[in-house]
């Protein structure tokens, strides 16, 4: 089935775009579970040829390398997000108001959202938090930045700042903020359930709504300094 919506996503993370095939598609949602399953370092092509009952040739067919394919799952998921943060906020201009709902979007647990079917939202957020950092600390991090593969990722952290900008025009670390926040908002999900001595958050129902609470009051605490 192709989705109802689709993330546009930079040609240089792929071969050929799975969003246009159902193989492609299946490729992409199956790796999400297995990769959630088992994790990054235990997850090869071979084993995901398993799961789709395919071959690792036609995967290769799409993906370069299981590197390139988890950078294209987190790509992925920061345009859904800057997505939906667009949407929400299309019609607000109160930029306190526009700060909330992104901060709203980054920290919230996240549901299956069926105008994308070929995406499970709520387990890729679940790669977010245990794997994102494994896309930038790479060797050759710079070679992929040339790329444009953080492209989305860069954007969603202009959109965010630029709220911060119009609430404060003489704040001067906005894109520093911003990206500290956008990797504590799955930081600290992830200390708070691995690592608690690292995070005053606690592994319970009401986590990612006090993680919510701690980047508000991080945020607006440092823009009104």
């Known amino acids: 089935m192709i989705a109802k919506l689709q993330i546009q996503l930079s040609p240089a993370l792929y071969l050929r775009d799975p969003q246009t095939t159902e193989l492609g598609q299946k490729i ?6 297995l990769i959630d399953e088992i994790g990054f370092e235990a997850f090869t092509f071979k084993k995901l040829s398993k ?13 370069e390398n ?4 988890l950078v294209y799952l987190i790509a992925w998921y920061w345009n859904y997000i800057e997505y939906r943060i667009t949407f929400e906020t299309h ?17 919230r647990k996240l549901n299956d959202d069926d105008n994308f079917p070929g995406i499970s939202e709520s387990v890729l957020q679940h790669i977010v938090i245990n794997e994102s950092d494994k896309t930038y600390l790479t060797k050759n991090v710079d070679e992929i930045n040339k790329e444009g593969l953080f492209k989305g990722y860069k954007s969603l952290c202009m ?3 630029s709220y911060m900008k119009e609430i404060n025009p003489d704040f001067e ?13 799955h930081q600290q999900i992830f200390f708070a359930q691995h ?29 009104r300094k």
């Open 51 to 63: 799961v789709i009952s395919s071959t690792e040739a036609s995967i290769y067919r799409y993906f």
């Open 66 to 69: 299981k590197h390139r394919l």
């Open 28 to 33: 992409v949602n199956e790796s999400i579970f």
């Open 159 to 161: 959109t965010i700042s």
């Open 195 to 223: 690592l608690p001595r690292l995070s005053d958050l606690k592994n319970d129902k009401d986590l990612y709504e006090r993680n919510f609470e701690f980047l508000t009051t991080l945020i607006f605490n440092s823009l």
């Open 173 to 185: 670390f906005a894109n520093s903020l911003t990206s500290t926040c956008l990797e504590a908002a």
């Open 91 to 107: 019609n607000i201009s109160d930029p306190e108001e526009k700060l909330k709902i992104a901060i709203r979007f980054i920290t």
